[in-house]
Each structure stands twice: as structure tokens, then as C-alpha cells.
């Protein structure tokens, strides 16, 4: 019905009667409420000093309820640069670096327009830096990253980005592609063959082998007894 306030308060009341809390909940319905309040600033001319300070209040709860709740970090980076405060939202999208660095690929087109709203170009490729060099971050930062310096013609940084993560993922047929791309292009081809190869067979060695005809359940070793379904002699080759 999209009555947050009120979801919101029958969950508090379930918390204590349950004595479980719901962070993950609590903190989604915050950002619903965030939400509201900035779709009714913008519907006036201008949004009063009160919405303005219902806004923050309800995505800064969200995130201190639960953390990695990427959407609230997104939406109050998205308002701090609505209202003319790129610094600020510089802030809150790379708190979200050290917060859930999984999910922090996510910030990264919101943390590049705020840093050209700053005019610092140089702030953005630190903090790229410092991202990407993180044991933890993901395959589509380090793949988001290398896009842009092979973009800027900085192809060298772009293959060890890509390389970095080949190194960390090595069966992600993604950052495999570009690399390769990266190598035709610079006439590399046998490189290239090699890098594909490597990747298919890494992706070949974890596919599974053997699947149960009655509930579907998947392994890379055959059982004469499903694990799952525990009926006899139903794996089947894939």
C-alpha cells in the first residue's frame, strides 16, 4: 500500500515481541520514506528547509540501521548534489567503499559526476584507486575501471587493472573479453588465445557434470545416491 511509516512501525512492535531484529527491513523502508519525502521537494519550487533535513534524516538512519544499504548511500549522494553540496556526497558514496566494497560499483557513475561537479578529476582516480586495490572488490569495479582508462588511451593501466582481476576471478568471461580485446588490438592475437583459453577452462572445470532427473540437483561428481532427493542411481551427464 506503500504506507511505510506504518510497515515501519509494525515492525518495530514484531522486533520486540520476536526479540529479532530486521536491519535489512528496517533500513529498505527508511529508504522508501527517504524517497517520498524527495519526490514531495520536488513537486514544489523549492523544498523547505524541512524536507531538506527529513531527507538526510531518514537515508542517515537507514544506513546506520544497516550499513550496506547501498540504495540509501545512492539516494543521498544523488540529494547532497541536488542541492549544490557535491562535497558532501563525495563523502557518503565512498563511505560505502569501506561499508560493503562488494557493492561499490554501483556509486561509481554518481561518484564521477560529483567529482566534475568539484572539478576534481584527480579525486576521482585516487579514490578508483583505492577501490579497485581492495582484496574484497568486485570484478565489475575492476572491469568499470579499466573501460575508462583504456577510454582515456591509458591501455598499459587498463591491462593491469584487468589482469589484477583475472588474477582474482579468472573464470569471469567479462573481464577475460576486454583483456583479450585489449590484446587484438595491439596485435597480440596468440596472447589473446592463450587468455581465452585459460578462462574457458577454468569456467569447464567448475561447471557441473551430473544432474538428478527427479529434484535437479547438480554436482561436478556423480552420486549413486541423490544428496538431496536421496533416490537411487537417478544422476544423470549433463
Not at 557535491?86 to 561499508?99: R, V
Not at 569456467?203 to 538431496?228: E, T
Request: net charge positive.
Amino acid at each position: 500500500e506503500g504506507r511505510w511509516d506504518k510497515a515501519l512501525t509494525v515492525l518495530k512492535r514484531m522486533e520486540k515481541l520476536t526479540g529479532t531484529p530486521d536491519p535489512r527491513r528496517e533500513a529498505h523502508l527508511l529508504v522508501r520514506l527517504g524517497q517520498d519525502a524527495i519526490s514531495r521537494g520536488k513537486s514544489q519550487k523549492e523544498a523547505s528547509e524541512e524536507d531538506e533535513s527529513e531527507i538526510t534524516d531518514y537515508l542517515r538512519r537507514a544506513i546506520k540501521v544497516f550499513p550496506g544499504c547501498v540504495e540509501a548511500y545512492r539516494l543521498l549522494g544523488e540529494h547532497y548534489m541536488t542541492a549544490g553540496k557535491p562535497k558532501s556526497a563525495i563523502k557518503i558514496l565512498t563511505d560505502l567503499m569501506k561499508a560493503r566494497p562488494s557493492h561499490f560499483f554501483l556509486l561509481v557513475d554518481a561518484l564521477q559526476r560529483a567529482h566534475t561537479l568539484q572539478n576534481d578529476e584527480k579525486g576521482f582516480e585516487k579514490c578508483m584507486n583505492q577501490a579497485v586495490a581492495m582484496p574484497v572488490s568486485s570484478s565489475k569495479l575492476l572491469l568499470r575501471w579499466a573501460q575508462h582508462l583504456a577510454q582515456q588511451g591509458r591501455v598499459e593501466e587498463a591491462q593491469a587493472v584487468l589482469v589484477t582481476g583475472i588474477t582474482r576471478h579468472p573464470g569471469n568471461p567479462d573481464l577475460n573479453r576486454h583483456y583479450a580485446e585489449l590484446l587484438v588490438r595491439e596485435g597480440r592475437c596468440e596472447d589473446a588465445i592463450v587468455s581465452v583459453q585459460h578462462c574457458l577452462d577454468h569456467i569447464i572445470a567448475k561447471q557441473h557434470q551430473f544432474q538428478c532427473s527427479r529434484c535437479g540437483f547438480r554436482s561436478l561428481d556423480i552420486f549413486w545416491k541423490c544428496p538431496q532427493c536421496h533416490h537411487w542411481d537417478t544422476m544423470e551427464p549433463l
